[in-house]
């Protein structure tokens, strides 16, 4: 097959933007993007590099490569996305794109790349397979669709109160104390996640795009006014119907007492209320206390995301 006229070059304009958004949405429908979430990422985590893959002056593919926002700065390595229409697949510009974000992971003093892949796309694994990388982390994907479904009741344990980050905005530095030691459990990866500074924290899995306060569920010791555990909703990016769990966080000392189960049962009915017609979350496979939260609420399983580790790569296959 003629592989015909190819060219990468960085996003420089709104239009790049556009056609950016436009691909990833239309190759990876599951992990849509948005202008809004593009804005929020490069001014939150500066430093990610865009390009676009034209064939024949066509744009037909993107990759992206940046800091990992769960990890600290001088973490070893980028997080990095590849997508290519099927017109311009089975030509070398995937391959052109994942030597370019290489290239420019290996500026920034990076000596690996974290890609996510789908198992819905098992090419997109063999792609990355045959480059050198292998499974790093799989996270079983769940879906709760919300027709017909009645607000559950919320029913908390004795003596723990729940109240949204609307109603208690004073309460984020106590949700960030909970996050450091919850965000460090996540089971997964080579090294233990990281909730940062509260500012970062705020920044991240507050105050950012999609978070609606009214749906971020604070769980307090009445007797100590104490926080001790938390869930959010993230609105997928384009989309007003459907939301993803961002996070359901537990203080240790306060676990297996039923208070995870109901912070999400709160999320279920705030969406409800609200008109959604699905919330979706993802678990390391190795979470086996959250996978059965999400069992018990009737979420069903959507295909493995997976997180491919592998090296810079410099264009030469390994397979």
Same mark, same amino acid.
Request: glycine share 8%; proline share 9%.
């Given at each position: 097959m003629s592989t015909g006229s190819i060219s990468i070059r &960085?996003?420089?304009? %709104?239009?790049? /933007?556009?056609?950016?958004? *436009?691909?990833?949405?239309?190759?990876?429908?599951?992990?849509p993007t948005s202008l809004e979430a593009l804005t929020w990422s490069d001014e =939150?985590?500066?430093?990610?590099? /865009? @390009? #676009? &893959?034209d064939l024949d002056g066509t744009p037909v593919g993107v990759a992206t490569?940046? /800091?990992?926002?769960?990890?600290?700065?001088?973490? *070893?390595?980028?997080?990095a996305t590849i997508a290519v229409r099927p017109i311009g697949r089975r030509r070398g510009i995937g391959t052109q794109l994942l030597v370019a974000v290489s290239e420019h992971a290996r500026a920034a003093g990076k000596t690996a790349l974290y890609v996510p892949v789908s198992e819905a796309r098992p090419d997109g694994i063999e792609f990355l397979r045959n480059r050198g990388f292998?499974? @790093?982390?799989?996270?079983? =994907?769940?879906?709760?669709?919300?027709?017909?479904?009645?607000?559950?009741?919320?029913?908390p344990p004795a003596g723990i109160e729940l109240r949204t980050l609307a109603e208690a905005p004073e309460l984020v530095g106590g949700v960030h104390a909970v996050a450091l030691e919850a965000i460090?459990?996540?089971?997964?990866?080579?090294?233990?996640?990281?909730?940062?500074? @509260? &500012? *970062?924290?705020q920044a991240r899995d507050v105050d950012r795009?999609?978070?609606?306060?009214?749906?971020?569920?604070?769980?307090? $010791?009445?007797?100590?006014g /104490?926080?001790?555990?938390? %869930?959010? #909703?993230?609105?997928k990016a384009g989309s007003s119907t459907t939301a993803w769990h961002d996070m359901t966080a537990v203080l240790r000392s306060w676990r297996r007492q039923g208070i995870a189960g109901a912070l999400k049962r709160a999320l279920i009915g705030w969406a409800v209320a609200n008109g959604l017609? %699905? #919330?979706?979350?993802?678990? $390391? *496979?190795?979470?086996?206390?959250?996978?059965a939260v999400n069992a018990r609420l009737g979420y069903q399983p959507l295909p493995d995301r997976l997180t491919m580790r592998g090296p810079l790569f410099d264009g030469i296959m390994t397979r």
């Open positions: &960085a996003v420089s304009d %709104a239009s790049d /933007r556009a056609r950016l958004i *436009e691909i990833v949405n239309e190759t990876t429908p599951d992990d =939150t985590y500066p430093g990610t590099t /865009r @390009l #676009l &893959a490569a940046g /800091r990992i926002h769960v990890y600290p700065a001088d973490h *070893e390595a980028f997080w292998h499974e @790093l982390e799989r996270s079983k =994907t769940v879906r709760l669709d919300l027709a017909g479904v009645l607000p559950p009741p919320i029913e460090a459990d996540i089971p997964g990866g080579e090294t233990a996640m990281a909730a940062g500074d @509260l &500012a *970062e924290f795009p999609g978070i609606p306060p009214e749906a971020f569920f604070i769980a307090l $010791d009445r007797a100590s /104490r926080v001790v555990g938390y %869930a959010s #909703l993230i609105m017609v %699905a #919330l979706e979350s993802g678990n $390391d *496979e190795d979470n086996a206390p959250m996978r």
